[in-house]
């Protein structure tokens, strides 16, 4: 399914009218309040199929956005849609601001320090904790780098990340072998997709935490 990208789940009906809540793996409000196209794959299925969204409203305070859906039209219809998926095409995604970049983008490429060409790891997860954090896998003797996308299992969720400083709510651990990187341009002045790789200018003492 690498032609997909997850931009939500279902979590619940809304009223009696079909109505439904979604949890969204987007960072694109309009995915949820812009009609039009969507794809749907419910528990079970193997493949998504294309769904007509109709409208959407943000939920203030709880991080959900509530959406109607072509054909669904009270609590029974919505409900049988618990924990199904809201996909788009690969090809669908917003064009991004300079510095900007899609999480799933920079999962796999490899981490060098600028300043010797050192190769410190891949990155393996982006973490939000005020500013966004690159979770990079240190290389070992028993750790190959590759700088290839990672093959997932799911189709990707649709995460843009930029350089620029942000605020966010939500903050998680990372296991304590991994290094946690400040994705802002003074530390990462490099992202090179073509060359699969990812330059770093380290405070010193970040990469020896």
Avoid: C
């Avoid at 789940?9 to 694109?28: C, H, K, M, T």
């Avoid at 946690?180 to 490099?190: D, G, M, Q, S, Y």
């Amino acid at each position: 399914m690498s032609e997909w990208i997850e931009i939500g789940r279902i979590v619940a009906p809304q009223g009696l009218r079909g109505e439904l809540r979604v949890y969204p793996n987007s960072d694109f409000p309009e995915r949820f309040l812009e009609p039009g196209k969507r794809w749907l794959l419910q528990p079970g299925q193997v493949d998504p199929q294309d769904i007509e969204l109709l409208g959407g409203r943000y939920l203030p305070g709880k991080e959900l956005y509530v959406i109607e859906l072509a054909g669904i039209e009270n609590r029974e219809q919505a409900e049988a849609l618990r924990n199904s998926y809201l996909f788009v095409q690969r090809g669908d995604r917003p064009q991004l601001a300079e510095d900007e970049f899609y999480l799933p983008d920079l999962i796999g490429l490899t981490v060098i320090n600028q300043l010797n060409g050192e190769i410190i790891g891949k990155v393996v997860s982006m973490i939000s904790a005020g500013n966004d954090l690159l979770e990079v896998e240190k290389i070992s003797t028993n750790t190959p780098i590759i700088s290839e996308t990672v093959t997932q299992d799911k189709p990707p969720k649709e995460s843009g990340r930029s350089r620029r400083k942000k605020h966010h709510k939500k903050s998680k651990s990372s296991p304590p072998q991994n290094l946690l990187i400040p994705f802002v341009k003074e530390i990462v002045p490099v992202v090179d997709f073509e060359g699969g790789i990812i330059e770093i200018l380290p405070p010193l003492g970040l990469i020896d935490l």
